[in-house]
Nanobody
């Protein structure tokens, strides 16, 4: 059974930082592209960052502020979020994807940026 479990969300003031963690089980973690998505109220889910092997990609709005990383030995992917803005408020989801088959999602963790 595949499980992706996110943690690390919460309430933070503008300019603050959070680190999201996604722990995966039930998959051969190292062969999956791992991504973080977010969905704000009334908006479509959007890709925030993805890491495949050693390559990373980010949505333009978070470049220079967010960093995605992974530890294949721990089956874990992280999203370090700095200089947070109110517009970063959303539910953040972890995703594991493999082009040859396999697309899995976590349950989501709420991030709220507000003073």
């Amino acid at each position: 059974q595949v499980q992706l479990v996110e943690s690390g969300g919460g309430l933070v003031q503008p300019g603050g930082s959070l680190r999201l963690t996604c722990a995966a089980s039930g998959i051969l973690f190292s062969i999956y592209a791992m991504g973080w998505y977010r969905q704000a109220p009334g908006k479509q889910r959007e890709l925030v960052a993805v890491i495949t092997g050693g390559r990373t990609n980010y949505v333009e709005s978070v470049k220079g502020r967010f960093t995605i990383s992974r530890d294949n030995a721990k089956n874990t992917v992280y999203l370090q979020m700095n200089s947070l803005k109110p517009e970063d408020t959303a539910v953040y989801y972890c995703n594991a994807n493999r082009a040859l088959g396999g697309d899995f999602w976590g349950q989501g963790t709420q991030v709220t940026v507000s003073s």
